[in-house]
């Protein structure tokens, strides 16, 4: 029993015990407002517990009491908001918002000298771009599980990868793809394809899903055939890219296989379309299975090429290159019709992608991805062992802990349930098999949809979160653009059940469900982390260099470590801000009027700005974050003499 079920079920919490109670007899007697407390007189209180069963009693099992913790973390991509998010599940509450690829004023990221170091600058100091999409979020594992270490995640527009370390939910480094557009799925791979030792994530790989000229500088803009989408691998610790792989056709998500050996990507422009009419003219598309030690012996045996400017190896995995399965370094398993999304099962047997255009999900097995790999399948159509109907519109797939499959329906505002042996089953020609088991309405539209620890082999199967596209008509309406719903399904039982709906900020796309007890944050800095640390109140001082200058500050509630610090017009000042506090929570802020200064520090952290000081007068620097109760008079003045 989990922590959140025994909590709501325990008569002695008398506030839960005492809602429930109204609940019930709301239910009961159908009475409001003053016509209550009579309707509650009357009610015996097992009666009330069984009418509470029948009338919304489900989500009750599932509610987090005021005062308990969630079971789960929800991380989630914020789209083309640049951010990721992380929600508490099963309440649905917000915690908190990681800027990445945006500016974000709460904490300074974008503005700090440490945070633009990270997202990159132009040679102006200002930064290189102030947009960002984000679709897809993963952790690091070990041992086929997350281990709390990394979140990654992607910028679609500007084609960058971003890490965030998990400990202070903070992005600390960004990685820019060379040569790609359209940067869409990833995936950290599970272990070393080679070395068995290596039971953790080493590599990240991100598929391109726009095909450009390669080099993509201004020749052959108006011949696609030219075009190409390049596979890219990471160094999960470096950030650098180690490697990429043109392909014939482009990717769009992106999967591993437990093992490491094996990555996956599901092509929709097998065509090389460039308009969506030439994008949806095949039958059949494909999801492609990068060998990645093949990969990584031809890189070493300097089978490889660079393209442009750029020094990345790249190796040759169009089709045909690679006929010969023996040597082949891509393997391309034909689907049908414009194929989206790739999930393995979690005992890693199974691929599984939906057909978005065919009513169909294929299952590709594993195995015989390596059988053809060996030489020893002929077609690698034959790796596919099950293509149920499921219904219409299917895009992404979760999975729990018993064989079933969850599959989104974006045309028919539905998750299906099917099972993956009857699906196989059903496909080997026993007709009377119905793989399918159940079916959910959502609202509306779902895209991404996932499991409760899915994307690990310690899948749970308790809970499914379906990421909608369109909310209508569930919440107030807030002018044109909508909230968007994320629903929560109970997919312990046969039946699943909706528990509940919860608003996210446009536009959530994908998230992972993490069990809490694998994610460990830190909640106070090592102020040896960082290199430009005020360590002493005494070091506090102004220090000038030419024309630059540089305040060295700290602050320990409720005040700063030196009322005032003076500058001259024209000065180029570099504020440095240690917070000393040591508790908990006791964060800092710090704005400076008309400069466009506003940035936070943590305990025992250190942050710092750089501007010119263009304007002369007195400039009240002051505490922005509610932390002591003389909050109000945390301040300090910068005082800009005329030159
Ligand atoms: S994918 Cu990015 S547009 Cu994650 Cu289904 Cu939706
Ligand atoms: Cu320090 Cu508010
Ligand atoms: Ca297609």
């Given amino acids: 029993m989990s922590d959140t079920e025994h909590q709501s079920q325990n008569p002695e919490n008398p506030e839960n015990t005492s809602r429930r109670k109204f609940l019930g007899a709301a239910a009961l007697t159908g009475l409001a407002g003053a016509g209550l407390a009579t309707g509650l007189a009357a009610l015996d209180p097992v009666e009330a517990k069984e009418e509470e069963a029948e009338e919304g009693g489900e989500s009750c099992k599932f509610e987090v009491p005021p005062g308990q913790l969630d079971d789960y973390y929800i991380f989630s991509s914020g789209g083309h908001s640049g951010e990721a998010r992380i929600y508490g599940s099963p309440s649905g509450r917000t915690l908190k918002r990681i800027p990445v690829f945006n500016i974000d004023p709460m904490v300074g990221w974008g503005i700090t000298n440490e945070s633009k170091k990270v997202i990159g600058t132009k040679p102006d100091g200002s930064l290189k771009y102030i947009t960002g999409d984000t679709h897809h979020i993963h952790g690091s594992y070990t041992d086929g599980t997350y281990d709390g270490k990394y979140l990654w995640i992607n910028d679609k527009i500007h084609g960058r990868l971003a890490r965030i370390r998990m400990d202070y939910m903070e992005c600390d480094k960004i990685t820019e793809l060379p040569n790609i557009q359209g940067f869409h799925g990833l995936f950290p791979d599970k272990r070393d394809p080679v070395d068995p030792k290596i039971n953790h994530t080493t590599r990240v790989f991100c598929g391109g899903e726009f095909h450009v000229p390669l080099p993509n500088d201004g020749r052959d803009l108006d011949d696609p055939k030219k075009w190409g989408c390049l596979f890219t691998c990471v160094d999960a610790e470096s950030m650098e890219v180690r490697w990429q792989c043109k392909l014939s056709g482009n990717m769009d998500l992106v999967a591993t296989s437990y093992d490491g050996k094996l990555a996956a990507a599901n092509q929709y422009n097998t065509e090389g379309g460039a308009v ?92 015989l991805v390596y059988k053809w790999f060996a030489g020893e399948l002929k077609n690698p159509r034959d790796a596919v062992v099950a293509e149920p109907e499921i219904g219409l519109g299917p895009l992404h797939t979760g999975f729990d802990d018993k064989g079933n499959a969850y599959t989104t329906l974006f045309l028919d505002s539905q998750i299906v349930k099917w099972n993956i042996d ?90 992972i469900i993490v069990r809490r007890d694998l994610v460990k944050t830190r909640q106070i800095y090592n102020m040896d982390d960082f290199p430009n640390a005020v360590k002493n109140f005494a070091d506090s001082r102004v220090e000038r260099n030419g024309n630059k200058v540089t305040i060295y500050l700290a602050s320990i509630a409720p005040m700063y470590s030196m009322t005032d610090f003076k500058v001259k017009k024209g000065d180029e000042v570099t504020i440095i801000l240690t917070n000393h506090d040591k508790v908990e929570d006791l964060t800092h802020g710090f704005a400076i009027p008309k400069y466009d200064i506003c940035f936070i520090v943590n305990p025992q952290q250190t942050a710092s700005v750089t501007f010119i000081a263009d304007k002369p007068g007195l400039y009240w620097c002051y505490c922005t974050h509610f932390c002591h109760a003389l909050h109000l008079e945390m301040r300090s003045r910068m005082l800009v003499e005329p030159a």
């Fill in 276 to 367: 969506y009419t030439d994008m949806m003219s095949a039958e059949h598309d494909a999801v492609v299975f990068f060998h990645i030690e093949r990969i990584e012996a031809a890189i070493k045996a300097g089978k490889s090429f660079t393209i442009g400017d750029s020094k990345v190896p790249v190796v040759d995995g169009t089709k045909e290159a690679n006929q010969d399965p023996k040597t082949a370094l891509v393997c391309y398993v034909p689907v049908p019709k414009n194929p989206h999304g790739v999930n393995i099962t979690p005992d890693g047997k199974y691929f599984v992608s939906s057909g978005k255009l065919s009513p169909t999900a294929s299952v590709t097995a594993t195995e």
């Fill in 422 to 511: 009857k699906a196989i089953a059903q496909f080997k020609g026993d007709k009377k098999i119905q793989p399918v088991l159940d079916r959910i309405d959502v609202h509306y539209q779902p895209g991404h949809g996932y499991t409760s620890m899915g994307e690990t082999k310690e899948a749970d199967g308790k809970f499914f979160n379906s990421g909608n596209k369109f909310s209508k008509d569930r919440f107030l309406p807030v002018g044109p653009l909508h909230v968007e719903t994320e629903q929560l399904i109970d997919i312990s039982g046969d039946k699943m059940k909706l528990i509940h709906d919860h608003t996210a900020y446009p536009e959530p796309h994908d998230a």
